[in-house]
């Protein structure tokens, strides 16, 4: 039986707990911002009201403190939003701890002052660059996992024993687990896929969205390539796979289909989805700096356009 904690109590990090625990390991959750979380943790029937069911009995959980931090675990798991990983970052930094961390976040972030691209890894690592970090992505709907839905996802680290060390105590029957050294790879796919969905959602029938779907690719193998990643992992479970769940059906995409009726980013938000985070018009905004003086707008039109639909808050000009 191994230690976990989970950082992160929203849809992900709870739905996580649940491979943890069926492994028999002891599994702790905590959550530093959201009062909803709190409540739903915290409440004698453990109710999760993002996941819409009832959390093991077994599953512990911890106010979150600088002491608890500083507990003795096998795993520390990032769930947070990626609002939430300069904070988390910030935590870490002092206690210096050796213990294997993995990140279930997906995002970048744009370094302004180095103008560079960050992945959360490389942002967690500018706080200690003795952190053992590895990252977990691919196709999963928190609400699927939790309820036991067979999901794989692939987890990456440079060292590929740290990666098995770290399925072996999570991966289950339902949860299977993948492994590569290419975190950069795996990091990029899983962030850009969420502004790719947002494209494909804008396709207005099921051949235009595979047109849209195809091209995705492309530019998505060029951008993982560019920030030095593998090729390989744009088909993988990161990529392809992961740009199938959110395409399908998932916030993105809706937003996608609002703008590929026509509307402006502001308006859909406002008409449709007001309560809603869409995860690609927030990386859109982290890396259009970046993207639009860095990257060859000719070889990603695509990404092009949807950042200028966003920013400026036009129509989109993408053929659908
Ligand atoms: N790796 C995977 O398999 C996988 C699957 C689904 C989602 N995700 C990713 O996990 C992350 C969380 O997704 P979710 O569905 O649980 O979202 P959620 O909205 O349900 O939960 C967000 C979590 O982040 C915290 N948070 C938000 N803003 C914060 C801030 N400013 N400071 C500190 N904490 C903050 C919230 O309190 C909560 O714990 C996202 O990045 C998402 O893309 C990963």
Redesign the pocket.
Known sequence: MKKIIII??????SAFTIPCLENNNNVTIT????KR?IKDLSSKNKFHS?LNIRLPKNLKFRKFSRDLLKEQFDLVVI??????ID?IGKELKNLKIKTPILV????LKYEKKINKILTISEQLKKNYKGMNISV???P?L?KELARKNQTS?VIANKDIKVAKSIGKLISTKYYLTEYTKDIIGVEVCSAIKNIYSMIIGAGQSLNAASNLFQKSIIEMKYLTKYFKGKDETTSGLAGVGDLYVSAAGGRNSKMGSYLGKGFTFKTAKKKFMSKD?V?GEQLAREIAPFVFKKIDKKKIPLMINLLKTIIGNKKLKIKV
């Open positions: 992160g109590g929203g849809a992900m990090g959550e530093p911002y959201s979380f993002a769930a947070l939003s990626l609002s939430g904070f279930l976040t997906k995002g977990l992505k691919g999963c928190a996802v985070t995860e």
